[in-house]
């Protein structure tokens, strides 16, 4: 199983998840002519992807779907309010191509198995989703106002995570937000703090080598170096060395990670 960060942070997002027999996009935040660039970057063809997931309708996730979609006859999923929400935003998708992915459903796509949960934040319906291929996972959790336990089981083991690590808490307080929006983000259908992002993964994490993707950062409000530092205290003060037990990794808003592989 490979794995690129196409895009991730308060601009767009979209991750390429693919194997030898098939590849899926999670979200096309960005524009169709982005995506087929990042694509063409990590080596893979636009027209070999087989589906597209939506995690939920926010632009930042749904920007370049209909275009991306309708270029490379692409089938889309999402679960039913999604579709609902998605309405007018996407343009026109022909029937066949509109694809139901439930909560806590689970999908093959040839070799690649996909299981979708439920997550906190303020849209319809959010999913994140865990991706299998062989013995080999990857747990992909954004957009995140807190992880709650059943999160948790059902994205722990991953060998590799995509997760969130928004913002710093004391740079969204003295920014120029208007508090409406700062009390969101920090509300529990927001967006996770980097504290609270190095909490919850001391919960998951085994020391095992895996690798961690910190994501959707906020571009007012965080710095990567700040969160990787922030993620890196947290880690070691549970125990977990950061380079022997686990790996940090980053991801940027307007170009895509190197292809990983599991």
């Known amino acids: 199983m490979r794995f690129s960060v196409l895009a991730s942070g308060s601009t767009g997002n979209a991750i390429y998840v693919g194997t030898d027999r098939t590849s899926v996009l999670i979200d096309v935040g960005i524009t ?31 920007k370049g779907i209909g275009v991306f979609a ?34 806590g459903e689970k999908k093959e796509f040839e070799d690649l198995g996909i299981e979708s949960f439920g997550i906190s ?23 995140l106002g807190y992880v709650s336990n059943k999160i948790k089981e059902t994205i722990r083991g991953a060998d590799a995570y995509v997760f969130e690590s928004n913002h710093d808490v004391e740079m969204l307080r003295m920014s120029h937000y208007p508090w409406s929006i700062k009390r969101r983000i920090l509300s529990d259908v927001g967006h996770l703090s980097n504290e609270t992002a190095g909490e919850a993964l001391t919960d998951l994490l ?22 990787q530092l922030t993620v890196k205290n947290i880690l070691e003060e549970k125990g977990l060395k950061v380079g ?16 990983e592989e599991l």
Not at 209 to 220: D, G, M, N, Q
Not at 247 to 259: Q, S
């Open 32 to 62: 169709g002519k982005q995506a087929d660039a990042s694509l063409k970057e990590v080596g893979v063809d636009p027209k070999e992807i087989k589906a597209i997931l939506v995690t939920h309708e926010h632009v930042d996730h749904i």
């Open 70 to 103: 309708r270029r490379y006859g692409i089938p889309i999923f999402a679960n039913r309010k999604t579709w609902g929400a998605l309405d007018g935003q996407i343009g026109t998708i022909v029937p066949e191509h509109q694809m139901f992915f439930e909560i």
């Open 121 to 143: 934040h303020d849209a319809v319906e959010p999913m994140g989703f865990c991706f299998y291929h062989g013995q080999k996972k990857l747990s992909v959790a954004t957009d």
């Open 206 to 227: 085994q020391g095992q080598a895996e690798r961690v993707y910190l994501a959707h950062l906020s571009k007012e409000n965080n710095m990567m170096e700040l969160a």
């Open 244 to 259: 022997d037990d686990v790996f940090l990794r980053e991801t940027y808003p307007h170009r895509p990670t190197k292809m």
